[in-house]
């Protein structure tokens, strides 16, 4: 999609598809200078090697994190320069208040993701983790490096926000009224064969980003490089006419909770898949240290 398009252009692909694909919507350089600060930090805890070029965002089969206040971590992290001046760069901003037909604003709560060799991302809808009306509410997901099909990247099934299978299934259900609640599933043919639609993905590049509704399915391809972390982002954006959660919108917003921290690990350390998003989110204690009680 061109990011000249009108407003109605824009939205009328979005409310066909699901979803909008811009590339070249961010400097390259600003998006490569976010990865850099943000593995810098990967590599003070130990997981990111150093010794080559941090861009690479090569994985060391090692980590710190159970000895450090991880809280404080992730603080340091989504509060980067860089990686704030991404995340709130003003293409995205107008495009997705075109979308939304008002003024956009992002929820500071922000989803860096540092995804590991053998790791993926079940396949979900975004809003029963929100509560948001889900015409109110925008994903952005936003590579930080270039991330190919075999490195982690992001699928959507296109038309899915129209299923009303899924919105039945899935969608409509609340994550912090069921238990145990995870992915929808994590078997892209039998989603298609169950759900219909086209599981739409691309090479993406270190200037691209793709925004799509609460209600489209999407989840991201395994990383089976040769130990390369994929690293992401997610953010999402509302109009400035809803009142915001304070859970979403403080500075130093918690998410659904402040006792769980999202940091994902992005060394393998175990040969897991992620299945209940152990690798993504972490209890912690009063200190921020990772609380395995
Ligand atoms: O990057 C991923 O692995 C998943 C991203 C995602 O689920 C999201 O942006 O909502």
């Known amino acids: 999609m061109d990011a000249c398009a009108s407003a109605i252009e824009i939205r009328e692909f979005y409310e066909k598809h699901g979803y909008l694909f ?8 600003l998006v490569l200078n976010a990865r850099d600060e943000i593995l810098q930090k990967y590599a003070i805890i130990g997981e990111v090697d150093d010794r080559q070029p941090i861009r690479m965002g090569m994985a060391l089969n090692r980590s710190y994190r159970e000895e450090v206040n991880i809280r404080a971590l992730r603080q340091s992290i989504v509060s980067g320069y860089y990686y704030q001046s991404v995340s709130r760069f003003s ?3 107008n495009i997705v208040s075109k979308v939304l037909d008002y003024d956009a604003q992002m929820l500071n709560y922000l989803w860096p993701r540092m995804i590991p060799t053998g790791t993926g991302t079940g396949l ?29 990247a992001l699928v959507i099934l296109e038309g899915s926000h129209k299923s009303e299978t899924l919105k039945h299934e899935y969608g409509n259900k609340d ?29 993406f590049n270190a200037d691209d980003v793709l925004i799509f509704s ?28 809803l009142p ?20 994902p690990q992005s060394t393998c350390l175990e040969t897991i898949s992620n299945p209940n998003l152990s690798t993504e989110f972490h209890d912690i204690d009063d200190f921020g240290k990772i609380d395995r009680t």
């Open 91 to 93: 293409n995205i901003q």
């Open 22 to 29: 811009f590339r070249d919507l961010i400097p390259r350089e």
């Open 214 to 241: 609460q209600m489209t399915l999407h989840g991201a391809f395994d990383n089976n490089s040769a130990g390369k972390i994929r690293l992401s982002s997610d953010s999402r954006f509302q109009s400035t006419e």
């Open 124 to 152: 979900h809808q975004d809003a029963p983790f929100f509560q948001i009306p889900s015409d109110l509410l925008v994903s952005v997901w936003t590579p930080l490096g270039d991330v190919s099909p075999t490195e982690g």
């Open 244 to 263: 915001i959660d304070p859970r979403w919108a403080a500075d130093n917003a918690t998410g659904r909770s402040a006792k769980r921290v999202f940091l």
């Open 175 to 203: 994550a912090d009224k069921e238990k145990g609640f995870g992915w929808y599933n994590t078997d892209l043919e039998e989603t298609q064969r169950r759900i219909g639609g086209q599981w739409l993905t691309a090479d």
